[in-house]
């Protein structure tokens, strides 16, 4: 090999590996960001806001193209009073291109008041539907989580039931495997912002892999949407922070860009037991569920959270169920079945928890977080009619 190829050949490596330096980093500083959105809410004090601005340095050190970390820095320096270092992240968010700014997104001012009690009519009513059970990543393939797609599909049906859910059916989207990727998701999300208004119902299901950092001390968790990678042997933490869906991306939607009054959000995401034998990985058994990212889903006007289980404990399914559910999923639907969609979820739930506690011996117990009146939100009510 030639002197000029050879050099030409350690400068591509060289390329490479500042690359893939680069990418780790950046990988590392959206985690920052997630542990940011963990810990700061609105309403946050000052010392709680002046330790998120402290994270999104460190994520901009890290990474200093991350536009989304100057963005969300601007946001809080500004809330603190600091309008010279606000100006000063907001032109860094601009010249490097930040998402988050673009969709002017303020995940720390609520989009409903607590105070302000929903209307008695409901004008309309929406649903985002995810269920994941195919991966793009052979090794998350071989986990063999069961029935998230049935139970997806299943409960987008029985949405769309005009006995039961009265869901419009151009009004519930159903994202499958393939469908649900870490954007595709989170366009739907923002589909969902777009169309529901003040007096509306929204409804957002994932039945999917959830993943827990428990060394973390934000404990940021995240959702293993269909392009996420975790690496060969599941435990590559910086492929999971750059191409999972944060859970808290998902709490910050809800309470910070969803109008709608009456907010209904259903996780039966879960970790499977065959993740890793000696619970080595990511995917480890437990819940995906933080107790700081439920109190999170839950502020503002008519929000409530139904999670599968606790923090410690797995999401379980059962083959003898009606050909296959996951038991929280299917005794929800049974629920929604009996009383024809039209009790509210603080009467529906605890029957849910009953019954699973029972079915599955007491190894899984669901848990509702509500803010003010979340309790009282009815699933089945028919648009334009009372909706309590």
Known sequence: MSLKRLSIVLLGAYVLVAVAGAQDRCAVGKDLILQMLERVHPGSSASTMQDGVELLKHATSTCPSLGDAWYYRSLLE?????????????????????????????????????????SALMRDKWALIVGISTFKQPEIEKLGIEFTTTDAAEFADLLKNPGVGRF???????????QATTVGIKERLNWLARMAGPDDLVLVYFATHGSSRDLDTANASYIVTYDTNVGRNLDDQDALFATG????????????????????????????????????GLLTPGSAVSRDTLDLMKQGAGRV??????????????????????????????????????????????????QVEARAHGAQ?????????????VIGAGAATAAR
Request: glycine share 8%; proline share 4%; with cysteine.
């Open 78 to 118: 500004r809330k603190l009073g600091n309008a010279r270092l606000a100006d000063y992240s907001l032109t860094k968010a601009q010249d490097n291109d930040s998402e988050a700014y673009r969709q002017r997104l303020d995940p720390f001012t609520l989009s409903t008041q607590p105070s302000a009690p929903p």
């Open 168 to 178: 419009k059916s151009d009004h519930v989207v159903l994202l499958k495997n393939q």
């Open 245 to 280: 869906l944060g859970m808290a991306e998902v709490a910050s939607a809800v309470a910070s860009r969803v109008r709608a009054q009456r907010a209904v959000i259903v996780l039966d995401t879960c970790y499977s037991g065959a993740a890793s034998a000696g619970g080595k």
């Open 305 to 354: 959270v139904l999670a599968a289980s606790t923090g410690d404990q797995e999401a379980l399914g059962d083959s003898t169920l009606a050909g296959g559910h996951g038991v929280f999923t299917y005794y929800l639907m049974q629920a929604m079945k009996q009383s024809k969609g039209l009790d509210t979820v603080g009467k529906m739930f605890p029957y849910v928890r009953q």
């Open 365 to 377: 117990t669901p848990v509702m977080s509500q803010s003010d009146q979340g309790d009282q939100i």
